[in-house]
């Protein structure tokens, strides 16, 4: 605030420091309380062909498509379709491409 008034420090002040009027939960003093998802670009894609999402650090994965009561199966058919056909994973929590003009 000194800075954006042209004043020194001295001449600003400081905030005075008040306790909270009601108590708090340590939690809310200690850090924070929720976990923030990310999301890729694909992520509605997944959605909208059934992926059932998982957390993979801050980021929301698909961990597989289908029905959850035939979860072992699906990722099994998965696992053998990439290995012996192809397959495509969406590694764009991975990093980005920077180009520059030289």
């Given amino acids: 605030m000194a800075k954006a ?3 020194t420090v001295s001449e600003t002040g400081v905030t005075t420091a008040r306790p909270p009027f009601v108590p708090e ?3 809310n003093i200690a850090g924070r ?3 923030p998802h990310r999301y890729t670009p694909m992520h509605k894609r997944h959605l909208e062909l059934g992926a059932h999402m998982i957390p993979a650090g801050a980021w929301r994965r698909p961990a597989f498509y289908g029905s959850k009561d ?5 990722i099994k058919q998965e696992a053998m ?3 012996n056909a192809v397959g495509i994973i969406d590694v764009s929590t991975l990093g ?3 180009l520059r003009e030289s």
């Fill in 5 to 7: 008034t042209q004043r």
């Fill in 25 to 27: 939960k340590l939690a």
């Fill in 33 to 35: 309380i929720f976990n």
């Fill in 70 to 74: 035939k979860r072992s199966e699906w």
């Fill in 81 to 83: 379709a990439v290995r």
């Fill in 96 to 98: 980005g491409i920077e």
